[in-house]
């Protein structure tokens, strides 16, 4: 769950101020294979673990500017601009490693996934810390205030004189980073590194931010609601597996779960921004 988590957060950031984000899956396959080849390369030393995550932040930087600049300055439609970074990302992910996989981490990258304080998983720890960390910046902060503004009606936050194409180029920079903190937790998890893993993320992210209440088209939603939707999933998916039901299948509900979500809301008048 936590890997998922802050997928799922790193896809809300963006649909609050009337964005998306399709390129989550990708960016973080991106970063953890980069980190994964950093972190097999050196000796293990506290140089290698600096380097791993300078290596991880500083791409997902990066990645983030790229679609900000695309979304903000250039005006790209946000499906059409993180689709293509998708796209890009898996091409280079796909040639980067060949398509074979990145394995045999060294110990301190395994630690993570291991180890536990007070009984929880540190896993855990880290993705409440990072809930924690977006709902304060969202509600706490001008530049969270200025996302909700910026979904709600963009061309009015603009004369309000608030710097909208800076706003949407931090929110895609802060979901890269994100991805970052998603991709490390991946590496300890899975132990190895692949083009082709996580695919089914995407979907399952969506479909938690929308059932936590984000509006499809921006200007509401809560962190407290994404994550209980988060557990809810993850419980009916844990319940799924006990069954034996087929992960495709599985897959196939949540679209349907999506679908009929949206067309909820549209029929009760959820997504009107007043």
């Known amino acids: 769950m936590p890997v998922l988590g802050i997928l799922a957060l790193a896809m809300a950031v963006t ?33 290698t673990v600096v380097a791993t995550l300078l290596a991880g932040a500083g791409a997902a930087v990066i990645i983030g500017l790229c679609n900000g600049v695309l979304i903000a300055g250039i005006r790209v439609s946000p499906i059409l ?9 898996k091409g280079v992910n796909i040639l980067v490693t060949g398509g074979s996989a990145i394995a045999n981490y060294p110990s301190w990258v395994l630690w993570l996934n291991h180890a536990q304080w007070f009984g929880i ?3 855990m720890w880290l993705f409440a810390a990072v809930a924690l960390g977006l709902w304060i910046l969202l509600e706490k902060t001008p530049l969270g205030k200025a996302i909700y503004l910026i979904g709600s009606n963009e061309r009015a936050t603009l004369y309000s004189g608030i710097n909208t194409r800076r706003v949407l180029i931090w929110v895609y920079v802060i979901s890269a980073l994100l991805c970052a903190v998603a991709a490390f937790l991946m590496m ?27 509006n499809p088209d921006g200007g509401s939603g809560r962190i407290i609601g994404m994550v209980l939707a988060l557990f809810l ?3 009916i998916e844990s319940g799924f597996n006990i069954l034996g039901i087929s992960p495709y299948l599985t897959m196939a509900l949540w679209g349907t779960l999506l679908l009929c979500f949206i067309q909820a809301r549209g029929m009760l008048g959820l997504d009107r921004v007043v």
């Open 188 to 214: 300890s998890k899975l132990n190895s590194a692949k083009a082709s893993y996580g695919e089914s993320y995407l979907l399952v992210s969506i479909l938690a931010a929308v059932l936590g209440g984000v």
């Open 15 to 47: 649909m609050l101020c009337g964005g998306i984000n399709l390129s989550i899956i990708a960016t973080a396959k991106r970063l953890f294979t980069g980190d994964g080849w950093v972190a097999t390369q050196y000796p293990p030393g506290i140089a």
């Open 81 to 89: 601009a993180t689709l293509g970074m998708m796209t890009l990302l």
């Open 121 to 123: 998983p540190l896993p």
């Open 233 to 235: 999933l993850q419980i």
